[in-house]
C-alpha cells in the first residue's frame, strides 16, 4: 500500500478525486453583489464548520455567485460534475436557491438552502424533496409583526419596501397576515437599495396618515427610508424586518432608528435570552465561535443560517454514513433521507424538526421581538 | 398632492439633479476630449464618499493604497517610456505620482480631525485617480475606436467596483454633513447641506465654463476636442489634454462625493447608478453640449423626484426611458456624420 500512495495521490490530483472517500461539501454564497452583506459572514461561518464529522474529513468547496442567478447555476453544475459534492449549501439569496434547484434535483444531491423564501421547500414536489432551507420563512416573522402591532393599538399600516423579490415577498406574506390581525394597509411604495432618496415615498406615505410604517429592506439600505421618515417629522411607530439585523445598521441609523421594532431568531439577543430558553445555549455557541474568529460584535443573523446549515449537515451525517460511501448516489439519497429525519435539532435560530412535508422545520421558538434602544437590540417580552 | 408636497418634491429633485449634473459635465468633458466614455466615473464618487467616511471614523481608508500602487506603475511605465526614446512630460507626471500621492499619505497619516482637512484629504486621494487611471489604462489606446475605449471603461468599472468591495466592505457609510444649518421658508425646511450641494454644483459650472472660455489651458482643451490632429499641428501637446480632463473628472467626481455622502448612505457600488444617471442627462447634451448637459440633469432628477412619489416601483424605469425619445428626438434632427477613423 505504501508505494501505492503517491500514485494514488497523483490520480486523485489528475482525475479530481475519483475514487475519494472523503465527504465533499460544495459552498456556493453571494460574496460580492447586491447581497454581499449576507454572502460574506456566511462565507466567514464556513470556516467554523467542522473539520470531521463522524470520522470522516469534510473538504468544503466554497465558491461565489456574485449575486447572481446564472453563476449560481453553473456553480452548482461545477460542484457537482467537477467536485462531486455529497451536498450543497446556498445560495445566500432566494432567486439563486430556485434556479438552483433543477440542477440539484437532476443530479440527485442534497441542497441546505441560505435564503429565506418558503417557495424554495414549499410545496414539495419530486424536485424540491432534494432541498432543504434554513432561514425562517417570511409569514412566521409577518404574524410575529402584525400581533406585535395589534397588540400595540395599531389599526393603519402604510409599508415602504425594496423594489425586488425581497420587499414583493414581504408585502405579499405582510397583507396576509395583516388581514389576519385586521390591519389595514393604506399605502405601499417601493424603492432600490441604490436610491440616493425616497423622499417621495416617505412623502406620500406621511399623507396617508399611518398609525406605523413597516420598511421591508434588508441591511444599511434599510435605514434611508427611516431616516427620511424622522427628517420630515413622522411620529409613529417604525417596523423593520430581520433582513436589517446586522451592527451596520445601527451604525449608519444611528439615532434616528432608536424605538425600532424588527422580528428576528434569536441568535440576534442570544445573551438576553432567559436561562430557559431552548435555543440560549446553541445560539451563544455560535456567537463565541464567530466573535472568537472575527472580534467581538462581528456576528450577524445572517452567518447563523449558514451555521444552522452546518448543523443541519453535522447531525445527518452519521446516519448516511451507517448506509453508504461518501461519493456514491446511495450516500447522497441516505443524506437526503438523514436530512428529512432531523429532530429537535436545537441551532443559533430555531428548533428544527424536518420531515417529508415540512423541508424547514422551524416553529415559533424561532423568532423573538426585538426593539432598538440606545443603539443596541433589547429583547421584547 | 398639494404644493407643499410639490416644493419639497422639486427641492429634493433639484439637489440629485445638481449631484447628476456634475456627473453629466465630468462625462461630457471627458468624452469631448479623449474620446473615452469614463463609465468609472461614479467609482470615483463612491471612493471619496467612502475614504471622507473612513477618515471621520479615525481609520486610514484604503484608497490610499490604491493611489500609490497607480502612482508607482505610472511612474514605472513613465521611466520605462522615457529609455526607450519617448518623449515624457515629467512636471506633471511628477506631481500626479510623486507629489500630490505623498501629500496625501502625509495628510492622511496625520489623521486630522478638522472637517476642512479631512476634505482636502479626500480631495487629494480621489483626483489623480483620474489621470493616473487615464495614463495606465486608456493612453496607450488613445488611438482606438470609440468601442475599443468603452470596452476599456467597462473593465476598468468591474476592476474599480471589485476593490470598493474590498476597501469598504458590503456595508454603506455616511459622513457628518458640512452644514447643520436649517431654514424655514413659506412652511418648508431646507437642509443647509442641500444648498451647499446646489451652490458648489452651480459654482463648478461657473467655474468650467470661465476656465474653458479664457484660460490658455482651457482653449487647449476645447481645440483638442473640436480636431485632434488639428490641435497637434498647432503645437498643442493632446496628451496633456487628457491628463487635464481627467484630472478635472477625478476633482468632480470627488466633490460630487463628498456633497452626497452626508445626504444618502453610500456603498461601494452606488456610484454607478449615480453615474449612469449622469450619463443619461449627458445624453439629453448630446455628449458635446454643457449647458444641455446640466438641464438633462435637472430634468433627470424632476422626473425621479415625481416618479417616486407617483409610481415608485417602476422610477428608474421612467428615468431611464427618457433616454429612448431623447436619442429619437436626436436622431431625427441631426445629420449623419461618418465616423472620423
Given amino acids: ?381 | 398632492m398639494d404644493l407643499q408636497i410639490a416644493m419639497l418634491l422639486a427641492q429634493d429633485g433639484i439637489v440629485n439633479g445638481a449631484v447628476y449634473g456634475m456627473m453629466a459635465l465630468a462625462l461630457v468633458l471627458v468624452f469631448s476630449v479623449t474620446r473615452v466614455i469614463f463609465i468609472p466615473q461614479g467609482e470615483l464618487v463612491a471612493f471619496a464618499a467612502l475614504s471622507m467616511a473612513a477618515l471621520q471614523a479615525g481609520r486610514a481608508p484604503q484608497t490610499l493604497w490604491l493611489l500609490l500602487v497607480l502612482a508607482a506603475l505610472a511612474l514605472v511605465v513613465e521611466a520605462w517610456r522615457w529609455k526607450r526614446g519617448a518623449q515624457v512630460d515629467w512636471p506633471s507626471t511628477l506631481v500626479w505620482t510623486v507629489l500630490i500621492p505623498g501629500l496625501a499619505s502625509a495628510l492622511v497619516s496625520l489623521r486630522p480631525d478638522a472637517l476642512a482637512l479631512q476634505t482636502l484629504a479626500t480631495l487629494l486621494l480621489v483626483t489623480p485617480l483620474g489621470p493616473l487611471l487615464y495614463r495606465l489604462a486608456y493612453r496607450p489606446l488613445a488611438d482606438a475606436t470609440v468601442l475599443m475605449l468603452l470596452i476599456v471603461s467597462v473593465a476598468l468599472h468591474g476592476v474599480l467596483v471589485g476593490l470598493g468591495l474590498l476597501f469598504f466592505g458590503a456595508e454603506g457609510s455616511r459622513t457628518a454633513a458640512f452644514s447643520e444649518l436649517r431654514l424655514e421658508w413659506g412652511g418648508m425646511t431646507i437642509s443647509g447641506q442641500s444648498l451647499v450641494v446646489v451652490g458648489v454644483a452651480f459654482s463648478l459650472v461657473a467655474v468650467l465654463f470661465l476656465f474653458f472660455g479664457r484660460s490658455i489651458v482651457g482653449k487647449a482643451l476645447r481645440a483638442t476636442a473640436m480636431n485632434r490632429v488639428g490641435a497637434r499641428l498647432m503645437g498643442i501637446p493632446t496628451e496633456l489634454s487628457g491628463d487635464v480632463s481627467f484630472a478635472l473628472a477625478g476633482l468632480i467626481g470627488a466633490v460630487s462625493g463628498l456633497l452626497i455622502a452626508p445626504l444618502t448612505t453610500m456603498y461601494y457600488d452606488t456610484g454607478f447608478l449615480i453615474g449612469l444617471k449622469g450619463f443619461v442627462a449627458a445624453i439629453v447634451g448630446g455628449l458635446a453640449s454643457y449647458p444641455l448637459a446640466l438641464a438633462g440633469a435637472l430634468l433627470v432628477g424632476q422626473l425621479e423626484a415625481f416618479a417616486s412619489f407617483w409610481a415608485s416601483p417602476f422610477k428608474e424605469v421612467l428615468v431611464f426611458t427618457l433616454i429612448i425619445p431623447v436619442l429619437l428626438w436626436r436622431s431625427l434632427n441631426s445629420h449623419h456624420v461618418e465616423d472620423e477613423e
Avoid at chain 1, 434556479?99 to 429565506?116: G, K, L, N, R, Y
Avoid at chain 1, 389595514?184 to 412623502?203: A, C, F, W
Fill in chain 1, 1 to 381: 500500500m505504501k508505494t501505492l500512495k503517491p500514485l494514488a495521490l497523483a490520480t486523485a490530483l489528475l482525475a479530481s478525486m475519483l475514487a475519494h472517500a472523503d465527504i465533499n461539501v460544495g459552498v456556493i454564497v453571494s460574496a460580492t453583489g447586491p447581497a454581499a452583506s449576507l454572502g460574506i459572514p456566511e462565507k466567514n461561518t464556513i470556516a467554523l464548520m467542522p473539520k470531521t464529522i463522524g470520522g470522516q474529513k469534510i473538504n468544503y468547496i466554497v465558491l461565489d455567485d456574485a449575486s447572481d442567478t446564472t453563476a449560481a447555476v453553473s456553480n452548482t453544475r461545477k460542484l457537482i460534475t467537477e467536485s462531486k459534492v455529497d451536498v450543497i449549501l446556498g445560495s445566500t439569496i432566494t432567486p439563486n436557491s430556485l434556479a438552483m434547484i433543477d440542477v440539484v434535483a437532476e443530479a440527485q444531491t442534497p441542497m441546505i438552502s441560505m435564503a429565506a423564501s418558503a417557495r424554495i421547500v414549499e410545496p414539495q414536489d419530486a424536485k424540491k424533496r432534494w432541498v432543504f432551507k434554513t432561514p425562517q420563512n417570511d409569514i412566521m416573522m409577518s404574524l410575529a409583526i402584525a400581533e406585535h402591532m395589534s397588540n400595540n393599538g395599531i389599526k393603519t399600516v402604510a409599508f415602504i419596501g425594496f423594489s425586488d423579490a425581497y420587499g414583493e415577498g414581504w408585502f405579499q406574506e405582510f397583507s396576509k397576515a395583516a388581514a389576519l390581525k385586521n390591519l389595514q394597509i393604506v399605502d405601499s411604495e417601493r424603492y432600490s437599495r441604490s436610491d440616493t432618496s425616497v423622499t417621495g415615498q416617505v412623502l406620500k406615505t406621511m399623507a396617508a396618515k399611518p398609525d406605523a410604517v413597516l420598511i421591508a429592506g434588508s441591511g444599511t439600505p434599510a435605514a434611508l427610508p427611516q431616516k427620511t421618515l424622522k427628517e420630515r417629522g413622522y411620529a409613529g411607530k417604525v417596523y423593520q424586518t430581520h433582513g436589517i439585523a446586522n451592527a451596520d445598521f445601527l451604525r449608519v441609523g444611528g439615532k434616528d432608528v432608536e424605538g425600532t421594532f424588527l422580528p428576528a431568531g434569536p441568535v440576534l439577543v442570544a445573551s438576553q435570552l432567559p436561562a430557559s430558553h431552548p435555543l440560549k445555549k446553541s445560539a451563544q455557541a455560535y456567537v463565541a465561535a464567530y466573535e472568537a474568529a472575527y472580534g467581538k460584535g462581528s456576528v450577524s443573523t445572517f452567518g447563523a443560517h449558514a451555521w444552522d446549515a452546518g448543523a443541519l449537515m453535522t447531525a445527518a451525517v452519521p446516519q448516511a454514513l451507517k448506509k453508504a460511501k461518501p461519493g456514491t448516489p446511495q450516500f447522497r439519497a441516505a443524506l437526503r433521507d438523514a436530512l428529512e429525519q432531523v429532530k429537535e435539532l436545537a441551532g443559533a435560530h430555531g428548533i428544527f424538526n424536518m420531515s417529508s412535508a415540512d423541508h424547514l422545520g422551524l416553529d415559533q421558538r424561532a423568532r423573538v421581538m426585538v426593539k432598538i434602544e440606545n443603539g443596541a437590540w433589547k429583547l421584547q417580552p
